[in-house]
């Protein structure tokens, strides 16, 4: 049984300044925390309920598990319609960005994504193609807040996220990059090449004027019918979709 005092610290995880604090966030549904259990990420304590106990994979010797029941689980967990399983992780040692170690590679740079269905849309299709890192500008949204957590669909473990000074970070840069502006060139008529740094910005003002300066490549997506603007996500899919075909031409 959850005693008060563990129920109010795992909902006190809820909120970013204890997740910082503590240095742990949450993750929800069996589906994801296997992938979390399959990677180099650590697991403080595996919440479920028992009659999903069968659904557990075989688990290493040191997580800490706890069974709760449904009414339990529903106090703790950030969704509606708890599934299950909750878990939580410790955060994983921030590293800056080593722009050497990006070379020869494409990497998503998103400046002031606020939404965090956005956020974890984008990461989940970040990993469907391929792309290993996603930089953020400092002010994005959290990758480790729940709902971010929760649209990633586990795909969080697997692409290493980094938060940066993107103007500092970019003046440096000796990969082109990439900048999905209106007024660029086509998508679908842009050479690639082998690496790029991809930068999407925020979802109702787009690029910054500081960033949109250190851009090397103006992209835009044409526009054949009348919608104002694309959604941040869906233009993350259409710019890996077209790099990964470009990829798949070359081999």
Request: with cysteine; aromatic share 8%; charged share 20%.
């Amino acid at each position: 049984m959850l005693s008060k005092s563990q129920i109010s610290f795992i909902k006190s995880l809820h909120q970013k300044k204890y997740r910082k604090e503590n240095r742990l966030f949450l993750v929800e549904g069996i589906k994801s925390i296997k992938e979390f259990i399959q990677s180099d990420y650590r697991i403080h304590t595996l919440f479920y309920v028992s009659e999903q106990y069968n659904l557990l994979p075989k688990l290493p010797a040191n997580i800490n598990l706890f069974e709760v029941n449904n009414a339990e689980l529903s106090k703790i967990s950030t969704l509606q319609s708890p599934q299950g399983f909750l878990a939580v992780l410790h955060l994983p040692e921030s590293r800056p960005a080593d722009l050497n170690n990006l070379k020869n590679q494409f990497t998503i740079v998103l400046d002031g994504v606020q939404d965090p269905g956005n956020m974890g849309t984008i990461i989940r299709t970040a990993d469907w193609f391929g792309f290993k890192n996603i930089i953020c500008s400092e002010d994005c949204v959290e990758a480790f807040n729940p709902k971010t957590v929760q649209a990633t669909m586990g795909s969080l473990a697997r692409v290493n996220i980094y938060y940066e000074n993107l103007s500092v970070l970019l003046e440096s840069s000796q990969i082109p990059v990439f900048g999905a502006l209106l007024d660029g060139n086509s998508i679908y008529e842009t050479n690639w090449g082998k690496q790029g740094l991809i930068i999407l910005g925020n979802e109702g003002k787009g690029i910054t004027e500081e960033v949109i300066k250190k851009i090397t490549q103006p992209i835009t997506i044409p526009r054949i019918g009348h919608a104002e603007s694309l959604n941040v996500a869906v233009s993350a899919a259409i710019f890996c979709s077209e790099i990964a075909k470009g990829k798949t031409k070359s081999h």
